[in-house]
């Protein structure tokens, strides 16, 4: 195996792309300048047949629903990484396959079962996870904060919780929301 290129952002990871083509790519998805999911379409809408394995730190069920969505073959979490693993992944990702370890294929299962959020619950449960009250989230939103209340009902079983401290934790940590 031969390292090709490295990119420290979104436009570097897109010109190194192009200029080697790689065989597998390794792709974090916390660049500074563009997420990785969206960074993984924009290399598929280039290449749909290009082999890509998300390294990262991020393993909320959203990240790696995300990532697989948008094309990613394999996932992995830098600090879950046994001995030889990262070899395995490449390998089996370039035959043709998936690599997905068990714990995360269980959290993209249940991923795929829970109930979806819509883009305007996602945007008021990333005020709520940055503090703004509902009359604050109300006019960030140009919504009422009666409404702003009825999204968070609604988000809320979504979610399995009861208040709106415990949504943004579990929206955070499931990578729904970035706190960034």
Known sequence: ME?????EDGPGALAAYEAHRPDVTLLDLRLPDIGGAELIRQIRKRD??????????????EDIFQAVQ?????????????D??????????????????????????DRLSAQALTPREIAVLELVAKGLSN????????????????????IYP???????????????????????
């Open 3 to 7: 390292v090709v290129a490295e990119a």
């Open 48 to 61: 749909p047949q290009a082999k890509i394995i998300v390294l990262t730190s991020y393993g909320g069920d």
């Open 70 to 82: 948008a094309g990613a073959r394999g996932y992995l979490l830098k600090g879950e990484l046994p």
């Open 84 to 109: 030889e693993t990262l070899e395995v992944a490449i390998r089996e990702v370039h035959a043709g396959k998936r690599h997905l370890p068990r714990p995360l294929a269980d959290r993209l299962a």
């Open 135 to 154: 009359t604050e989230i109300g006019a960030a939103l140009s919504v009422t904060p009666g409404t702003v209340k009825t999204h968070l009902a609604r």
């Open 158 to 180: 979504k979610l399995g919780v009861t208040d709106r401290t415990v949504a943004a934790l579990v929206a955070v940590q499931r990578g729904i929301v970035s706190i960034d």
